[in-house]
């Protein structure tokens, strides 16, 4: 079961076009959160790994979070580097 829901990853891949980036330079690994592997309840984290800079970013997943918005505030922001 992945932490990342179907609209979570349309979402993402539309950040990265909107920015005009590929997905091809990003690697994502989910964790699940040790306290709720035995609930109903999926909550983890995210990384996000930019192979052009080398940056690593964790974001919290599950019900309620933000993830993809703060992926993008990052991006806008520049802390993944310069994208080409």
Do not use: P
């Amino acid at each position: 079961m992945t932490l990342i829901d179907a609209t979570e990853k349309k979402d993402f891949l539309g950040v990265l076009k909107e920015y005009g980036c590929s997905s091809e330079h990003f690697d994502l690994t989910e964790s699940y959160a040790e306290s709720t592997q035995h609930t109903c309840e999926l909550v983890g984290f995210l990384w996000i790994f930019c192979k052009q800079s080398g940056v690593e970013i964790r974001y919290t997943t599950g019900h309620g979070s933000a993830w993809v918005v703060d992926f993008a505030t990052n991006l806008e922001l520049g802390k993944f580097g310069k994208m080409q």
